[in-house]
Antibody, heavy 118, light 110 residues
């Protein structure tokens, strides 16, 4: 069974940093690209970042470019999102999602809430 | 920000058919496949339709998808109370190099 479990969310002040983690199980992690997608409270879904299976290709949404960094650890079957210079508008539930050939994310984690507030 | 446009709401009585539209552009729907997600309150999105009209395992065929040009649609036949949820379309955007999602449609069963 495919499982994705996010962690690392919490309350952080504007300008602060946070690192999200997503542990994958039930599939060959190294064979799949991965995504981060977020959802602000009461709002729709917003794609944040993509990393290819080999980590050779990385994309970011313009809204986070230069502030967020996606990475993965194959030994730990883990996906990460380092978030710096956080703003109030980054407040959201962050989901990690497995990718299928840049066609569709199929499996999603349960999400982790990030709140940016003073 | 959402690049794909959906109606904010749709509704129907049990057993009815409901259709949700999704409008995009040549850089996303026009050149990629469309996917649909169902999100029940307080839960993560669940893949409902992929590659325009394919069902993941376990999704009932009451849900169907189609695509034409730069638009797509999701149809729910035989509407049931458990279909009350938010529905999002999505596609890869070759200009943005990322996924774009629809604005979301809240389906209510009357």
């Amino acid at each position: 069974e495919v499982q994705l479990v996010e962690s690392g969310g919490g309350l952080v002040q504007p300008g602060g940093s946070l690192r999200l983690s997503c542990v994958a199980s039930g599939f060959t992690f190294s064979a799949y690209s991965m995504n981060w997608v977020r959802q602000a409270p009461g709002k729709g879904l917003e794609w944040v970042s993509y990393i290819s299976s080999s980590s050779s290709t990385i994309y970011y949404a313009d809204s986070v470019k230069g502030r967020f960094t996606i990475s993965r650890d194959y030994a730990q079957n883990s996906l990460y999102l380092q978030m710096n210079s956080l703003r109030a508008e980054d407040t959201a539930v962050y989901y990690c999602a497995r990718d299928r050939s840049r066609s569709y994310p199929d499996y999603w984690g349960q999400g982790t809430l990030v709140t940016v507030s003073s | 920000q959402s690049v794909l446009t959906q109606p904010p709401s749709a509704s129907g009585t049990p057993g009815q058919r409901v259709t949700i539209s999704c409008s995009g552009s040549s850089s996303n729907i026009g050149s990629s496949t469309v996917n649909w997600y169902q999100q029940l309150p307080g839960t993560a999105p669940k893949l409902l339709i992929y590659s325009n009209n394919q069902w993941p395992s376990g999704v009932p065929d009451r849900f169907s998808g189609s695509k034409s040009g730069t638009s797509a649609s999701l149809a729910i036949s035989g509407l049931q109370s458990e279909d009350e949820a938010n529905y999002y379309c999505a596609a890869w955007d070759g200009s943005l190099n990322g996924y774009v999602f629809g604005t979301g449609t809240e389906v209510t069963v009357l």
